[in-house]
């Protein structure tokens, strides 16, 4: 299928996000479901197991070993797109959305669009500007949830990967203020990403819904659809 194709009716269609993107968008949104669960059990233990005599009750333990799981999944969600963003043909678009980061006119459009004062700005890239600084921003704020998780997990597994990093994050360890403080990063992080998913959600409900280009449709499919002279 060709990336663009006519329409019956004035859009057409446009290939936006490749299936690479689209598969580590919905990795990583079932991973951090999974992890936010799992981790606020093991900050907050919410659930017990039957009462039994016998020693193989170890929840605390499973919920663990699934967070660590799912943290891990994360992690090579993270190292992949960050290779399509940089590396990927087709993740050009994305690359693109740079230099409209820089123009003070897209922002003031922008801004304009949202609070339905003015039409939305001609990008060149995927992203509108105040959407690629916050998911800029997401990046930073899951890098560093996850340089926290690996430091909680080496204190914990010390041979391995564990005994691996050891070396190379103890010193983090020390400048962030100890393992206690690590650990309350860590759940600080937990909640920055909490708020970042409706507002994300809400968000690109309302750029589909009042840009009426199937934005939404695009991070499912792979194609939104665009006005011809937009």
């Known amino acids: 299928m060709d990336s663009k194709y ?28 999974i992890l936010v669960g799992t981790g606020y059990y093991i900050s907050y233990v919410f659930q017990s197991p039957s009462i039994s005599s016998e020693p193989t009750l170890f929840m ?55 609070i339905f004062l003015g039409k939305h700005p001609k990008l060149q890239g995927v992203y509108n500007p105040l959407q690629f600084v916050t998911y800029l921003f997401f990046y930073f704020v899951i890098f560093g949830i996850i340089l926290t998780g690996l430091i909680l997990y080496m204190n914990v597994y010390h041979e391995g990967l564990g005994g691996f990093l050891y070396s190379i994050l103890k010193p983090i360890e020390a400048m962030l203020g100890g393992l206690a403080d690590v650990r309350t990063y860590h759940r600080v992080l937990m909640w ?34 665009v006005k011809e002279n937009h």
């Open 192 to 225: 920055v990403i909490l708020i970042f998913i409706p507002v994300h959600i809400y968000m690109a409900v309302f750029n589909a819904v009042k840009g009426k280009d199937g934005a939404l449709d695009a991070i499912f499919s792979g194609y939104k659809f």
């Open 60 to 114: 605390q333990a499973k919920y663990r070993m699934v967070h660590q799981i799912f943290g891990f999944i994360l992690i090579a969600c993270i190292i992949f797109k960050t290779y399509l963003f940089f590396c990927d043909a087709k993740s050009f678009g994305e690359r693109k959305s740079i230099k409209d980061t820089f123009s003070i006119k897209i922002w003031v459009e922008q801004i304009k669009f949202y």
């Open 6 to 33: 006519s329409l019956k009716s004035n859009r057409k269609a446009e290939y936006e996000f490749s299936i690479g993107l689209r598969f580590t968008h919905w990795v990583r949104a079932i991973a951090i479901v």
